[in-house]
């Protein structure tokens, strides 16, 4: 958790809550992501993506998933060998997503661009 954490919240307005099973971030009312714990013991987060990667998510398969609910919702099974420098791409990209324009166009992605 702290290691998603120290992604997120560095993004502007985005804050960590502690909710019904494990813990989401949001900037206002909208959720950029949610790590749970299944009952099989696995972590998991879900997150948002661009169209074109939900359905390369879905194609993927473990340790990616497609949500079960919303267009636009992904996931990852978090593990020993989980890329983290991977995941923090992600998770600034479901934050642009999630985002007011003039909040997303001041982030400076993973890979160096500002979102346009």
Not at 73 to 87: H, N, Q, R, T, Y
Not at 88 to 113: F, K, M, N
Request: proline share 5%.
């Amino acid at each position: 958790m702290e290691r998603i954490d120290a992604v997120l919240t560095r993004l502007p307005r985005c804050t960590r809550a502690t909710i019904w099973t494990g813990a989401s971030w949001k900037v206002g009312a909208a959720t950029v992501a949610h790590l749970f714990g299944g009952e099989d013991q696995r972590f998991r987060i879900v997150f948002r993506a661009d169209p074109d990667e939900v359905m390369a998510f879905a194609h993927l398969g473990e340790p990616y998933f497609k949500a079960g609910w919303g267009t636009n919702v992904v996931g990852l099974l978090l593990d020993d060998a989980s890329d983290w420098d991977e995941l923090a791409e992600l998770l600034t990209d479901s934050y642009c997503i999630q985002a007011p324009d003039h909040l997303a166009a001041s982030v400076e992605r993973p890979d160096g661009r500002l979102r346009p």
